[in-house]
């Protein structure tokens, strides 16, 4: 995994006493926790760097959200954790919706039928935020584990999303894109990006062509509510050589139905 570069610490509150204080000390564990989330492990040593405070201090914050079970420490490894309170947590997100519960049983039918993994992803903050996924059995398989975010530019599931938004919020999204290039296959203008809408709303499906990562492919559509409001959207992601473009077109049309059936669940008609 990629780890991210160095972070820089936050300027200091423009807040005096015991109010800045407890606002700082708050601010300083959710960095933490964010840290954290983003590494497979961390060192104490690693983590002043990468938030530019001291050992002592980070070290003091892990302690409180260990003794509260938010993050957990490797002693062989020296290496910090997520913990599990974290995770319980976060779990509470997913309980306002029942999207995930009603899509599973489809996702495990993509995952059987191609082969592949299967994601489900939703729309936050200009980011594809995945919250659930079937993973395939193959040793080789793409893997973006609940919690993961990726650009709704460079994502088969973002796009799809995108191809859903009226033409208002569509270009709103494309005027404040920042279009980061990842490959040479990236989506990296507007008007690249407004082809591709095109074609996806042609054809009904989105399309991840190595796009984020050299050698990957992802096929999606988009899931849409009783309110015809797109809530979602689900695809199947996989290596390009399990995925040949006569496979794609097959694997289009069952997530199409798939994203269909879930949207019907959903009260879409």
């Not at 000390?25 to 961390?42: K, N, Q, W």
């Not at 059995?137 to 650009?151: D, K, L, N, S």
């Not at 279009?179 to 203008?189: G, L, P």
């Amino acid at each position: 995994m990629q780890q991210p570069g160095r972070r820089r610490g936050r300027p200091k509150s423009s807040m005096t006493g015991q109010q800045a204080t407890n606002i700082q000390a708050l601010d300083r564990a959710l960095d933490v926790l964010e840290a954290l989330a983003a590494h497979e492990g961390i060192t104490l040593t690693e983590l002043a760097d990468y938030l530019d405070q001291s050992p002592a201090t980070m070290h003091r914050v892990l302690a409180t959200l260990e003794h509260r079970r938010y993050v957990e420490s490797d002693p062989e490894r020296q290496e910090w954790f997520v913990g599990s309170e974290a995770f319980r947590l976060g779990s509470a997100f997913l309980q306002r919706t029942n999207i995930v519960e009603l899509s599973r049983p489809v996702m495990r039918e993509l995952m059987s039928r191609t082969g592949e993994t299967s994601n489900l992803g939703i729309e936050r903050d200009g980011n594809v935020l995945f919250v659930s996924q079937i993973e395939t059995h193959e040793t080789i398989r793409a893997f973006f584990p609940p919690g993961t975010h990726a650009p709704l530019h460079a994502s088969g599931i973002g796009k799809a999303l995108l191809s859903a938004f009226d033409e208002a919020r569509f270009e709103a999204f494309v005027r404040t894109a920042q279009f980061s290039r990842f490959t040479a296959n990236t989506v990296a203008s507007a008007e690249q990006l407004r082809e591709a809408v095109r074609q996806i709303r042609h054809r009904g499906y989105a399309l991840d062509d190595e796009e984020r990562t050299i050698g990957m492919r992802c096929v999606a559509a988009p899931i849409i509510d009783g309110y015809g409001e797109a809530v979602a959207g689900i695809s199947v992601s996989g290596p390009t050589m399990r995925m040949p473009d006569m496979k794609v077109h097959e694997i289009g049309r069952w997530i199409v139905q798939a994203a269909s059936d879930v949207s019907k669940r959903l009260g879409h008609r």
